[in-house]
């Protein structure tokens, strides 16, 4: 244990602060003797803090004899709290070897007025022998990251832990008030003042900086008259707006700006300065723990509505001249969705479609071949494209090949993909666009990065710790794998998120959104954006990628309005198809993952392949070297069968572009700047036409009147579904609508993954009822001229590597 009386001191508000003392401060009679440092300045209060609040922060605090453990859900924004089984595993149990023990289970208790998890240990058991570690943990042995509040923590190599300490049980904590409100600029100091003499520590400003905010409207706000220029910059000491007439040209005019009593900085032209330049210079004191602050640094307006390139500058433009977007398309039902993931150059690259090279790179080339009947995107049949992301992004070329995960202006379209981004055409471009897109009865959702943010990073100048996820040395957390967090749990983070959002949605009436790695993201801010998104557009659609390197959220989402990508339905059918899965998968995933990613069969996105890693027939391809651009027969018949099942899920199918003619990218793993391997080459279609018309005659099919028995809003009762199998083996037969409960249609989807015949008993099914409407070759919605498969006397035989589907074709007696 340290001999520091003061382990650490931090405002928790302008009036308020927080002090952790080294140990419990027993003395009732007495507070502990501390001062405002400089000056020993006697504070206006110390009060003792409640054990109750320590245990929010530590996890836990002790009571006599007990350990009380505490899980507040305030600090466990991603996790079902009320739905998951937590336990405690530390040093003291064996970790994970805690798990399913009862005694070692937390259950619920109110306190304040507020639900939490509370377990009630007594202390022989957990103080063992010195410093105890521990964590909270799901029956799924889902370790749950700290909080950034706990004052215990302690870093072990890879991992972060609690730490229970025997000296430090609740006691330890006090409040204290200053004189005067503490300045955000402020550096005073907390001293321990004896008659020997006195230790300071210095008071950090962490929670208090991650509480401010400002309500003004931000960026650069133009008037017929006037234009004001807007930044949120706390911990800045001089923050100056410079504006350039021309691009290129000489400094037009250095504004400086004034900090205003919301920490916002202001400053107005009595002009309007539509198509002009600008940036920002922000200058601060350089303390340990914040970004190094450079005036130097050309920092882009967060708030841009559209700029130059990734370092800017930022274009100011009048919202006023920009036609209003056309508003008459609606997006499909979530559950008649049928999606295809897509690249903007991607389907460009190779389109056959006369363009010009600048064309061909972006917006205006896509909106020229969307209006092309023969535009690959209107042929496949999906209703809903969902582009990887175009925000600003950090290619340092406009002809750069990029995936665009790397956002640096979340309000701009993508300059490299615009003709003369210099004049800012992006902006009416990506509108054209995606009206092209809405004319051709296309929903368009975008692919969006909240979670970190690309170089330069503009925020990073503004202020790393107010933005960014940092430790306690300012070193940048990295669960994104993208060298920084967003902080998104911050009044001005959160707003910044769903601000550009709804900036999307007014301006070019996007019709949703899917978020990368919405984990970092957070459930708390996913679910204030599905409030305000849905308050401007109803039928917004809202998918997460509910994953990250720190954790996974599909489970909390399902009580949410979201969407997620189910990597379960990935990696299962990808073994599947394979002869390695089983057949009870195979019918969870068939019948909409129910009971534990989705609430309703449309909040799974079911998808086997998308941008990253190899592409699908790359990764189940028998050729070596995962080289899927010359498939064999086998590779092809998987591929049928895995589009089958995909289009037979209920949810939402989602397929990556160019699955439909069997596109690979020559066995490469990650092809992140490949756009040689990516780019879609066209003349596989005629190369596979087989493959390509399985593929739109399913989608056809899925969204007629005759496939509805696929696209269900909720999930059905019991009884909808028949199922039959074969013993020792993973073959499926499902019978949708067994019950009769949606009328008197009826769909029978058998498949085969394995290479021999499989016989299956379908019972009291009569096969003169059912035609057969699909095999693993074809698909005709009037019947297969000669099936392959033998039906008789209530015996099924699936030829090896099969699928097949039947409609119910004469009405129950």
Not at 79 to 102: H, S
Not at 669 to 695: C, K, V
Not at 717 to 731: D, I, N, Q, V
Request: glycine share 8%; charged share 25%.
């Amino acid at each position: 244990m340290s001999d520091r009386r003061i382990l650490e001191a931090f405002w928790e508000t302008r009036e308020r602060g927080m002090v952790v003392l080294a140990r419990d401060w027993t003395d009732v009679t007495k507070v502990p003797p501390l001062r405002l440092d400089p000056g020993k300045k006697p504070l206006k209060l110390i009060r003792r803090v409640s054990p109750l609040v320590f245990g929010r922060r530590a996890g836990y605090c002790m009571n006599g004899t007990e350990v009380v453990f505490i899980l507040w859900p305030l600090y466990y924004p991603n996790l079902d709290w009320e739905d998951e089984t937590l336990y405690v595993g530390g040093d003291f149990n064996g970790w994970t070897e805690a798990v399913g023990k009862p005694e070692w289970q937390m259950f619920r208790e109110t306190h304040d007025g507020q639900g939490c998890l509370v377990l009630r240990v007594p202390s022989e058991r957990c103080l063992l022998h010195g410093p105890m570690r521990f964590k909270f943990v799901t029956a799924e042995k889902r370790w749950q990251e700290l909080p950034e509040q706990a004052t215990n923590r302690v870093q072990d190599g890879d991992f972060t832990n609690y730490q229970l300490e025997p000296e430090r049980t609740g006691l330890h904590l006090f409040h204290f008030w200053p004189e005067e409100p503490h300045g955000i600029l402020g550096r005073e100091s907390l001293a321990w003042v004896e008659d020997w003499g006195w230790e300071t520590c210095p008071i950090t400003n962490s929670e208090y900086l991650l509480s401010l905010g400002t309500t003004r409207p931000l960026g650069a706000l133009v008037e017929p008259e006037r234009t004001t220029f807007r930044l949120f910059a706390p911990r800045a000491s001089c923050v100056t707006a410079c504006l350039y007439a021309e691009l290129g040209g000489p400094l037009t005019q250095a504004l400086e700006m004034q900090r205003q009593d919301d920490d916002c900085w202001e400053a107005v032209v009595p002009q309007n300065l539509h198509g002009y330049y600008y940036d920002f210079r922000v200058e601060g004191e350089n303390i340990h723990g914040t970004r190094l602050f450079d005036p130097a640094m050309r920092i882009l307006d967060p708030y841009a509505l559209a700029t130059v390139s990734r370092t800017g500058p930022g274009i100011v433009l009048d919202p006023a001249r920009w036609p209003a977007p056309n508003r008459c398309f609606m997006a499909p039902a979530w559950h008649d969705l049928v999606i295809v993931e897509a690249h903007v150059r991607d389907l460009l690259a190779h389109a056959p479609i006369e363009l010009t090279p600048v064309e061909r790179r972006g917006f205006k080339g896509l909106t020229k071949w969307l209006r092309d009947p023969d535009c690959y995107l209107r042929d496949l049949g999906v209703n809903a494209v969902e582009l990887m992301p175009v925000q600003e992004f950090d290619s340092v070329r406009p002809d750069e090949y990029h995936w665009g995960y790397m956002t640096v202006d979340y309000f701009a379209p993508a300059g490299a993909y615009a003709t003369e981004p210099e004049r800012g055409t992006q902006v009416e471009e990506f509108r054209e666009m995606i009206e092209a897109f809405h004319d051709v009865n296309l929903a368009v959702i975008l692919d969006v990065v909240y979670n970190h943010v690309g170089e330069p990073n503009h925020l990073l100048g503004i202020d790393k710790y107010y933005y960014f996820n940092c430790d306690r040395e300012g070193v940048l957390s990295n669960w994104s794998g993208c060298g920084n967090d967003l902080r998104t749990n911050t009044p001005m983070g959160r707003r910044l998120i769903i601000e550009s959002l709804s900036h999307l949605v007014r301006a070019y009436d996007v019709d949703g959104f899917r978020f990368d790695l919405a984990d970092l993201v957070g459930v708390a801010t996913l679910k204030e954006i599905e409030t305000a998104l849905k308050a401007l557009k109803p039928s917004i659609i809202l998918i997460a990628e509910p994953w990250s390197f720190k954790g996974h959220i599909g489970h909390a989402l399902r009580h949410t309005g979201y969407s997620s990508w189910n990597d379960g339905f990935r990696e299962f059918i990808t073994q599947y198809i394979l002869g390695q899965g089983n057949a009870e998968g195979l019918r969870y995933y068939l019948t909409g993952s129910a009971g534990n990613l989705a609430l309703w069969p449309a909040q799974t996105v079911n998808y086997v392949q998308s941008h990253d890693d190899r592409a699908w027939i790359d990764r189940i391809t028998e050729n070596s070297w995962h080289r899927g651009d010359r498939p064999t027969h086998n590779d092809i018949r998987r591929h049928h069968l895995m589009a089958a099942i995909l289009l037979a899920a209920l949810g939402i199918p989602m397929f990556a572009q160019g699955q439909d003619f069997l596109h690979s990218k020559q066995g490469v793993h990650n092809t992140y700047l490949r756009g040689d391997l990516n780019a879609l080459d066209y003349r596989r279609i005629a190369e596979f036409p087989g493959t390509n018309e399985y593929f739109r005659h399913w989608i056809q099919f899925r969204l007629s009147p005759a496939g509805k028995l696929f696209r269900q809003d909720r999930h059905p009762a019991p009884g909808f579904f028949g199922h039959f199998g074969a013993e020792g083996t993973s073959a499926v037969a499902m019978l949708y609508n067994a019950n009769f409960s949606q009328g008197p249609e009826r769909l029978l989807f058998a498949v085969n993954p394995h290479g021999h015949p499989v016989t299956m008993d379908t019972f009291e099914l009569n096969p003169a009822e059912f035609m057969q409407i699909a095999d693993h070759e074809r698909f005709h919605a009037d019947g297969l001229d000669h099936a392959l498969f033998s039906w008789h006397r209530g015996k099924l035989e699936l030829p090896a590597m099969s699928v097949g589907l039947w409609r119910h074709v004469v009405a129950k007696a």
